[in-house]
């Protein structure tokens, strides 16, 4: 069986975005993190895919800015315990699709996705 599944925030137009452009649509599962956060399993889950908790970070949320995490040092436990802090920290939407991982809006990503969902 396929897993399909997408980390994403309703109001987030960026996760709004992606989810109509590459066309996701019902056989996917939603999972809004700000109603139903992501437990530290999936976090890890997700890291392992990527590759790192900090392929996984948002460094453009407000918090960032308001923190002024860009003058310190974090490393990947810091990187892990901010996105289970608060979802804000976590780049959205992440799109996994069996062992694949697609994170954020970018055009390239957006491409990546939409040439794996049609394989």
């Not at 900090?54 to 996105?83: G, P, S």
Request: some cysteine; glycine content about 2%.
């Amino acid at each position: 069986m396929t897993t399909k599944k997408i980390f994403y925030l309703k109001n987030c137009e960026t996760s709004q975005r992606v989810i109509r452009e590459a066309d996701l649509s019902d056989d996917f599962e939603f999972q809004d993190i700000k109603e139903d956060p992501l437990t530290p399993q999936q976090l890890d889950h997700l890291a392992a895919l990527a590759g790192s908790y900090e392929a996984l970070f948002n460094r453009r949320c407000k918090k960032y800015r308001e923190r002024d995490l860009k003058n310190e040092y974090l490393n990947e436990k810091d990187y892990r315990d901010l996105i289970l802090e608060h979802y804000t920290f976590l780049k959205r939407p992440v799109v996994v699709i069996d062992d694949q991982i697609f994170i954020g809006g970018s055009e390239k990503e957006i491409k990546r996705l939409m040439y794996y969902r049609d394989m």
